[in-house]
């Protein structure tokens, strides 16, 4: 009897030591596999270029940048000059597109985003200086897309191309439609003071989202932005692999009134 329960005791011993180690063995490999599959995801994500708007620098976007960063996002910036409306916008979107071929390979794939005049520019890059054939997702944001009123105060080229109805914005709203061909979003605010009006930021096509941020600078430090933004750039590119043509269905979403 006692030689039966020692025997017993070992196996019994035996067993629980083997359960611990199947236990460990799964906890490892579960994150092993978290690990893996947060490499992948890093890996899968494109690099993000940030275009500033008007009397901007890159620097305007170090809030965004570092939230981009932290989540694995490669985030770059570039300084328009000048960047106060005495060159007309095309110039600058010759900068944009000399930057980001000097910075990335050919065939690299990119994602763009755009504030305020930033958003203009980086729209001439797309539609007319060959980025639709690059860029994977886009966003703007509260960028005048239809023209603002502001910009009668100023007589500088880049300044007059943004008023409303100008020959620069009908020129690429006339076939906005291209932007079909990647993930668009566009975000704004109803209570932007320098777009005026204010919905002069949305498009018909994409995704729209509307962020009820107070003040037209607020919207690159909102959380709300920041993570709408984050969602932006985590959506699968429906142009991959170079397909285009494909349609993005039209989407809405109006953010909380919470900043927190």
């Not at 270029?49 to 620098?57: A, C, K, M, S």
């Not at 000059?81 to 916008?89: A, S």
């Not at 690059?134 to 008023?163: D, K």
């Amino acid at each position: 009897m006692v030689a039966f329960k020692a025997i017993g005791g070992v196996s019994q011993t035996i067993c629980e030591a083997c359960d611990r180690t199947r236990l460990n063995f799964l906890h490892n490999w579960i994150e092993i596999r978290h690990i893996l599959d947060m490499n992948t995801e890093t890996q899968q994500r494109n690099s993000v270029v940030l275009v500033h708007g008007i009397n901007d620098t890159g620097q305007v976007f170090r809030t965004m940048a570092t939230y981009l960063r932290k989540r694995g996002w490669s985030v770059y910036t570039l300084d328009l000059i000048p960047n106060n409306g005495d060159f007309g916008l095309e110039k600058l979107a010759q900068q944009v597109a000399d930057y980001i071929a000097d910075s990335f390979a050919a065939e690299q794939p990119l994602d763009l985003v755009g504030f305020s005049m930033g958003g203009i520019i980086s729209r001439y890059y797309v539609q007319r200086l060959g980025g639709i054939n690059r860029v994977q997702r886009f966003i703007t944001i509260s960028s005048p897309h239809n023209g603002t009123a502001i910009a009668y105060a100023s007589l500088r080229p880049g300044c007059v191309q943004m008023r409303p109805n100008s020959a620069f914005l009908q020129d690429l709203n006339r076939d906005v439609a291209m932007l079909k061909q990647l993930n668009f979003t566009s975000m704004w605010t109803p209570y932007d003071l320098m777009i005026v009006p204010a919905d002069s930021s949305r498009l018909p096509l994409g995704t729209e989202v509307i962020v009820p941020s107070r003040l037209h600078p607020w919207m690159l430090t909102d959380s709300r932005c920041l993570a709408a933004v984050v969602e932006a750039l985590s959506q699968t590119p429906i142009n991959s692999g170079r397909q285009f043509g494909h349609i993005q269905d039209s989407q809405k979403s109006l953010l909380g009134n919470d900043n927190t």
